[in-house]
């Protein structure tokens, strides 16, 4: 939010890439040799981060409430309940 309030603006685009970057953490914590191993055998881009370039960013904080109600309104919920489909159904992730 403090980018929406004086910075870029609000980014779905950064909270893919949070969910993405936390579950990497989770599973190196949760079974590190399967990461390991995985990693050892390549990974790309697309391997990492789910389909973003549909997910809207650069909002002001009064276009943010406006479009997605603000934190924890329905609309912002169903939007990152999407974020975080994507992001579990990389192969990664699987």
Known sequence: MADARGGSGFSFNDMAANIAGTR?????MRAPEQLQARLARGVTDDDLM??????????????FVRRYG???????????AEIDRRVGALSLFR
């Open 50 to 63: 789910p389909a973003w370039a549909d997910l809207p960013e650069f909002l002001p904080e009064a276009e």
């Open 70 to 80: 603000g934190i924890g309104a329905p609309r912002y919920e169903a939007l990152m």
């Open 24 to 28: 990497f953490g989770e599973l190196a």
